[in-house]
């Protein structure tokens, strides 16, 4: 299957080298561009399955969920269950067209292929929305409230996971923080402020209180699809022992770390700066209390700092065997 993969690719580029002059090439080799093209196909392959599943999930929320209680959510999809309510427009119809302006935008403020992606996207779950039909799954406002955000949450970060999005209110934050002073989360909770009073005042206090717990629920959802369910934190240790606290790390912990040439900034007057090595690593939360332990075991003044990593790639970011590092 490789072999026919990488046949495909290699035919795809030659006939691009023969209709596209040097000057648009951009001096690269044809083995260069063999290789950038396998590269993005198989990262637009990756994170295909990611959107479709977001797409039919979302569509859950809202087919079998929100839409048969009368519920709205924030967002454009906000907007658009509001709408429906009112003026009993098809909801599908609705999500493609308050969407459209956003995903215009998205291709100057982002780029152009996370807007070509996020129009299939946004197509893709009108499309499920209108010819889907999933029967309603309780009646419960609690349940409705919660699970249609654990939902359309789920829709939502799992098609952001595959480079897209089903829901254009990023896309707006995104372009005013970078022509305001206000952050990304800023303007998507104003936002969402003033389609929750648009609800209570069209639709009832009730409904609006109910769409406050979905979105919580969703934005909950979303940073837990996102972040993953292993939250990776990066770790600097500085320490006059820092040779042996690399092999506690490799030996016990079966993780990598990089080891950094610095300078202790501290020193009397006159005296040169002590050369030190840093040693720095990423590894998972719930192996925090185990490194510390390993550290204290080693050195317990070293200088530990721990930070927050939203997303980490390559290296030895999943567990190693013990066995296998030596």
Excluded at 45 to 61: D, K, Q, R, S, T
Excluded at 154 to 178: K, N, W
Excluded at 281 to 301: F, G, V, Y
Aim: aromatic share 10%; with cysteine; proline share 3%.
């Amino acid at each position: 299957m490789k072999r026919i993969f990488h046949q495909l690719i290699v035919k795809t580029a030659k006939k691009y080298f023969r209709s596209h002059p040097e000057e648009h090439r951009k001096g690269k080799s044809f083995k260069e561009w063999v290789n950038d093209l396998e590269v993005v196909l198989k990262h637009e392959l990756y994170e295909l399955p990611y959107l479709l599943i977001g797409v039919m999930a979302a569509c859950f929320g809202l087919n079998g969920f929100l839409i048969p209680n009368s519920f709205i959510d924030g967002g454009i999809v906000g907007i658009s269950l509001i709408i429906k309510e009112l003026f009993d427009f098809p909801l599908s119809i609705l999500i493609l067209t308050l969407n459209l302006p956003f995903l215009i935008l998205a291709f100057t403020a982002i780029s152009k292929r996370f807007a070509i992606k996020s129009i299939i996207g946004i197509t893709l779950l009108s499309v499920a929305v209108h010819f889907v039909s999933i029967p309603a799954v309780t009646n419960d406002p609690i349940l409705v409230a919660a699970f249609g955000g654990i939902f359309l949450g789920l829709g939502i970060g799992l098609a952001i996971r595959g480079g897209a999005i089903i829901d254009g209110t990023e896309v707006l934050a995104i372009y005013l923080s970078r022509k305001t002073s206000m952050t990304v989360g800023n303007v998507i909770l104003i936002f969402n402020i003033l389609i929750f009073l648009t609800g209570g005042y069209f639709l009832s206090v009730e409904i609006a209180l109910y769409a406050m717990l979905t979105y919580f629920t969703a934005s909950q959802m979303i940073d837990f699809v996102i972040d993953g369910v292993e939250e990776y934190m990066s770790v600097t240790i500085i320490s006059d022992l820092s040779n042996e606290i690399r092999e506690g790390i490799t030996n016990s912990l079966g993780r990598g770390c990089t080891m950094f040439k610095g300078q202790k900034g501290f020193s009397r007057d006159g005296e040169p700066l002590k050369d030190t090595n840093i040693v720095y690593t990423i590894i998972t939360r719930l192996e925090m209390s185990k490194l510390k332990t390993e550290i204290d075991k080693i050195d317990p003044n070293a200088f530990i700092i721990m930070a927050s990593v939203k997303d980490a790639k390559g290296g030895m970011i999943k567990k190693k065997p013990i066995k296998n590092i030596h």
